[in-house]
């Protein structure tokens, strides 16, 4: 094996402060996610902790970051609004031109008045796997290997409000990833997602 390099003393500095902010953020959350205001923290100030951190990499007070970062299945994720706040207080404009229960366009213009749209309809959805279907053996709704809801309940519901907002992640993925810094997932569709097996987990979780 070739001799290891020496450690950039530029990369020390970086890990020192993370290290530093992780303290001063547990710090934060231990005082928060001790009562109500928590919310899904409660009691996991470490978890606090880190959701604090992600926040203020994409622009979130501590406190917002606490009620906006979801944590799900071991990924932090934001909702598909938060992503459209963002960018609108940086001056992106994000609209739905269109909307009902079975199709929802979304248009969004950038700083420099490109144009991004994306469409989401029922049918799209399905063949996404985001929207439960029957087993014609059972005449369930079909479950994954832990037998759990093949899709999200809310495509049932609210199908324009799950259109939506995947048609608005879509959009603000595009058009301002430095934005968001490569979130992969919106918290709606990582509750859409088949999360199956152990392996299918981590392959997933590889994948985005």
Known sequence: LPAARPMHSGAMAVLRQNAEAMDIAYHFAKGVCGGELGGRFRGKPGDGAA??????????????ALQRVVVIHGMPSIEARTMVALLQSRGYKVRATAQSDESVTVQGIDLEGDVYESTWTIERAVRAGYVPTIDERTGKYK??????LIGNEKYLTDPQAMLKAKAQAEVCRDMAPDVLL??????????SENWGSAATMAQQQVQA
Do not use: Q
Not at 51 to 64: F, H, T
Not at 143 to 148: I, Q
Not at 182 to 191: D, K, Q
């Open 143 to 148: 479950t994954n290997d832990r037998g759990k």
């Open 51 to 64: 959701a604090i951190l992600y926040g203020l990499e994409i622009g979130l007070s501590p406190s917002a």
């Open 182 to 191: 490569g979130i992969s997932y919106s918290s709606e569709e990582l509750l």
